[in-house]
């Protein structure tokens, strides 16, 4: 019989073995955060958020309020871990998962499980990776068309690959529901500094960006576009950038602008970025309480077939909960799950595995409202949680 987790907890915490952290330890750690770093804007900012999660965090758990958003709206499916570029600030090039593009037969038997589980969106961006290194891309995007179960997907790409043959492709598929275009840089210089890559790949970024944004009338999915530079707060994009994000604000196509940069769970830090201005958050300076959301709906099936408990920062696969090269994903995706269980009681306990521990990209089941998906429906408490799935 399932033993609730905030019963554990509680027992845990009463048997001495669950650490509360420290409230004076946070305030003065946050504080020191944001004068030790020149008072930029981005870390006063960041500061402050810290503050409102602990108050918010703590809340919410006294009030016995979670937000775990539906468990069975997305599921992560790496297709490519393989990337053209090399951004200094990524984890992609210190990896030791395979490289490796994900076969279309376990791409289709994925998502079949998947969607008898009751899954219909899939996320197709990589943890680190691009989409169109994929030789095969589009016949993955033809299955999911044509598999009525799915109803949508969505990706993010760096777009440096595709071809104007591609775009016109990208336009005309139906089930797309999102599409972000990372952009990194605001001129060559910078794109090659940050990237490791040169002009030609440049300017095909440029151009098929421009082709892209110029011809969106009539697509039915939502563009974005995802823009990081240096973490100065003025950078002067060239003319031809300057071009395209006229056109996107005249289409009312979204820019976000990030000046600071995840850790990747710790694996990132200062001495990889090469001397660049880019500021990036510092290991655990993130307040923590209660499990992440990111295990509890947003895992991923990863290119070589084992499933991580995250789909976002562990690039090395240390979260594996399963392998459905010799396990069904039902039987993984399931707190059945020995392992999948245990992660879970032990995050919710503050016993946070090493990546977690200095993860930035934490988040907390106490933090309603979040965008992490757009999922259908209202979000659930970790006692449903348990009790369903
Ligand atoms: S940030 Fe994205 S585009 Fe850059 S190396 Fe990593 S996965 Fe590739
Ligand atoms: S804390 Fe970070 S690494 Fe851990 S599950 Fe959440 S997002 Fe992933």
Redesign the pocket.
């Given at each position: 019989m399932f033993e609730p987790a905030c019963a554990r907890r509680a027992d845990l915490v009463g048997a001495g073995l669950c650490a509360e952290p420290s409230f004076s330890l946070r305030i003065f750690n946050f504080f020191i955060l944001a004068f030790g770093k020149m008072l930029k804007p981005h870390v006063i900012e960041s500061s402050v958020r810290q503050l409102r999660n602990y108050l918010l965090y703590n809340y919410n758990s006294w009030r016995g309020r979670e937000y775990i958003p539906d468990p069975r709206f997305r599921i992560n499916i790496e297709t490519s871990s393989i990337?053209?570029?090399?951004?200094r600030?990524?984890?992609?090039?210190k990896k030791t998962t395979p490289k490796m593009i994900m076969p279309d037969g376990f791409f289709q038997n994925c998502v079949k499980q998947a969607a008898a589980m009751g899954f219909y969106h899939v996320g197709l961006t990589?943890?680190?990776?691009?989409v169109f290194c994929d030789p095969n891309l589009f016949d993955k995007f033809a299955f999911l068309e044509s598999f009525d179960p799915i109803r949508e997907y969505s990706f993010?790409t760096?777009l440096?690959l595709p071809t104007r043959d591609d775009i016109d492709r990208l336009l005309e598929l139906r089930k797309l529901r999102e599409l972000t275009v990372?952009l990194?840089g605001h001129d060559l210089a910078s794109f090659t500094a940050?990237?490791?890559r040169g002009e030609g790949v440049y300017r095909r970024l440029l151009e098929n960006l421009e082709y892209l944004v110029s011809n969106l009338s009539k697509v039915s999915w939502r563009p974005g576009l995802g823009w990081r530079s240096y973490s100065t707060l003025r950078v002067k994009p060239d003319p031809a950038l300057k071009r395209i994000f006229k056109i996107c604000k005249a289409a009312g196509i979204r820019v976000s602008r990030s000046q600071v940069y995840n850790n990747w769970g710790g694996f990132v830090g200062r001495d990889d970025l090469g001397g660049l201005p880019i500021d990036i958050n510092e290991n655990a300076s993130v307040y923590k309480k209660g499990a992440c959301c990111m295990l509890l709906s947003s895992v991923q099936i990863m290119a070589n077939g084992t499933v991580n408990g995250c789909s976002c920062r562990d690039v090395n696969g240390t979260l594996c909960i399963g392998d459905m090269n010799s396990a069904p994903l039902s039987g993984i995706l399931t707190t059945s799950n020995p392992v999948y269980l245990g992660l879970i009681e032990a995050q919710q306990c503050g016993d946070f595995p090493e990546v977690c521990g200095n993860c930035d990209f934490y988040k907390s089941i106490y933090l309603a409202g979040r965008a992490l998906q757009r999922a259908e429906g209202e979000s659930i408490t970790l006692r449903e949680f348990m009790a369903s799935y």
């Open positions: 990337c053209n570029l090399r951004c600030f990524c984890a992609y090039v990589p943890m680190t990776g691009d993010f760096n440096t990372s990194y940050i990237t490791g």
